[in-house]
């Protein structure tokens, strides 16, 4: 079966920091690019990061940028997300999920599409004194 | 970053009725558009990618159109199980912004 599962979210103070762990089994996770979305209580879904198949490419919603990496050790299917000077805003449900390359010809020409087609179950991240 | 703007933010519907939910980017997108749909308590789901291509396993009364800016998705005969929050989303270039979501309520 493909999955997807989040852990490391929990209780933390501002100014602190916390890592994201997202393990895949059922596919060749080494073959995926991997992406992190987020979404605070009642709010709407927030492309957070994501990072390519061999770990090469990591790219960043620019909110972010400096305070959160993301990163992979494909030997361990695993996907990582290190969370630095947590601020309130910072709450909210995290998930990953598999990004889907999937280059198509069309009339003559090139499209590189990417999709999120598996998702984990995501991981509460809580940011309060 | 490229924008996405849905409407309406939420609609109300009965079962049997065609629905449609718009998407426009702030910017030309070509087909670079996926929609996902999302229960209460649940992650998101694919429905559609490439703007028009359904996912594998989601029933085809859902469909996806449009190119460029402007997006349509649509429900030929909503169903109760079709209550959730709808998105859409780009992928022309990072960061691969979400619409704000559309909530589906059945009457």
């Known amino acids: 079966e493909v999955q997807l599962v989040e852990s490391g979210g929990g209780l933390v103070q501002p100014g602190g920091s916390l890592r994201l762990t997202c393990v895949a089994s059922g596919f060749t996770f080494s073959s995926n690019w991997m992406t992190w979305v987020r979404q605070a209580p009642g709010k709407g879904l927030e492309w957070v990061a994501n990072i390519k198949a061999d770990g090469s490419e990591k790219y960043y919603v620019d909110s972010l940028k400096g305070r959160f990496t993301v990163s992979r050790d494909n030997a361990k299917n695993s996907l990582y997300l290190q969370m630095s000077s947590l601020r309130v805003e910072d709450t909210a449900v995290y998930y990953c999920?598999?990004?889907?390359?999937?280059?198509?010809?069309?009339?003559?020409?090139?499209?590189?599409?990417?999709?999120?087609?598996?998702w984990g179950k995501g991981t509460t991240v809580t940011v309060s004194s | 970053d490229i924008q996405m703007t849905q409407s309406p933010a939420s609609l109300s519907a009965s079962v049997g009725d065609r629905v449609t939910i718009t998407c426009r980017a702030s910017?030309?997108?070509?087909?670079?558009l996926n929609w996902y749909q999302q229960k209460v308590g649940e992650a998101p789901k694919l429905l559609i990618f490439?703007?028009?291509t359904l996912q594998s396993g989601v029933p085809s009364r859902f469909s996806g159109s449009g190119s460029g800016t402007d997006f349509t998705l649509t429900i030929s005969s909503l169903q109760p199980e079709d209550l959730a929050t709808y998105y859409c989303q780009q992928n022309y270039k990072v960061p691969r912004s979400f619409g704000q979501g559309t909530k589906v309520q059945i009457k």
């Open positions: 910017q030309r997108i070509t087909t670079y």
């Open positions: 490439a703007a028009s």
């Open positions: 999920a598999r990004d889907v390359f999937r280059p198509t010809s069309i009339g003559g020409a090139l499209y590189y599409y990417y999709y999120m087609d598996v």
